[in-house]
């Protein structure tokens, strides 16, 4: 099992709709880092998190520690939200962070 | 918008050929990486650093050796590309205190 997994891997919505992107580890963490990477390769950091819930615009980070679970939402989406939305987890044992594979999301206009 | 920076960014190179990719940051971070990502995969740290001098491997093994002689400064060198050396190439940088990681536009490699 990997240390990080995401769901869905897939996600095409229409504009507008609201969108969740979930994330589950394995081990305990100290932080937990959402990233948005677009068709490009460039990456940038959205989120960092070690407990509670962010927002950003239109964007809002959950995180929660005992369920090893955290979510990304994204409400009104747009065209331009089109990007891969990666976590990343640095556990309590480790220096670095350890990525997921990634959700590739697609909001059609 | 972070000030980090690679070069090239796109590499087309024959088999046996040592090439260095270049990475520099202006934001004083004390904090490198280099990661490498296949398409659609994710992300793996080859190489780290925490400072001047010090470089560490990361959690996947990798052919390629880094140096870190200044603070802004961050190379990864390849002696020899082969085919399988071919990948994108990220870096990244973060403050000692923050672990939030800003990250460059990335190096396309392609080794023939």
């Known amino acids: 099992k990997n240390e990080v997994e995401q769901s869905p891997q897939n996600l095409t919505a229409q504009e507008g709709e609201f969108i969740t992107i979930n994330c589950s580890y394995s081990v305990g963490i100290s932080a937990l880092h959402w990233l948005q990477q677009h068709p490009g390769g460039g990456i940038v950091s959205l989120f960092m998190l070690s407990s509670g819930k962010k927002k950003h615009g239109r964007l809002i980070a959950t995180i929660n520690i005992q369920e090893k679970h955290s979510s990304l939402h994204i409400t009104a989406s747009h065209p331009r939200d089109s990007a891969v939305y990666i976590c990343?987890?640095?556990?309590?044992?480790?220096?670095?962070?350890?990525f997921g594979p990634g959700t590739r999301l697609s909001v059609l206009p | 918008e972070a000030d980090i920076y690679q070069t090239p960014r796109y590499l087309v190179i024959g088999t046996g050929k040592k090439i260095t990719l270049e990475c520099s940051q202006t934001m004083g971070h004390d904090k490198m990486y280099w990661y490498q990502q296949d398409p659609g995969m994710e992300l793996h740290l080859i190489h780290y650093s925490y400072g001047v001098n010090s470089t560490e491997k990361g959690d996947l093994s990798s052919e390629s050796t880094v140096s870190r002689i200044r603070t802004e400064h961050f190379p990864l060198t390849l002696e020899s590309a082969r085919p399988s050396h071919t990948s994108q190439y990220l870096c990244a940088s973060s403050e000692k205190v923050s672990d939030t990681q800003y990250f460059g536009p990335g190096t396309r490699l392609t080794v023939l």
């Open positions: 990343a987890v640095k556990n309590n044992y480790g220096q670095n962070f350890v």
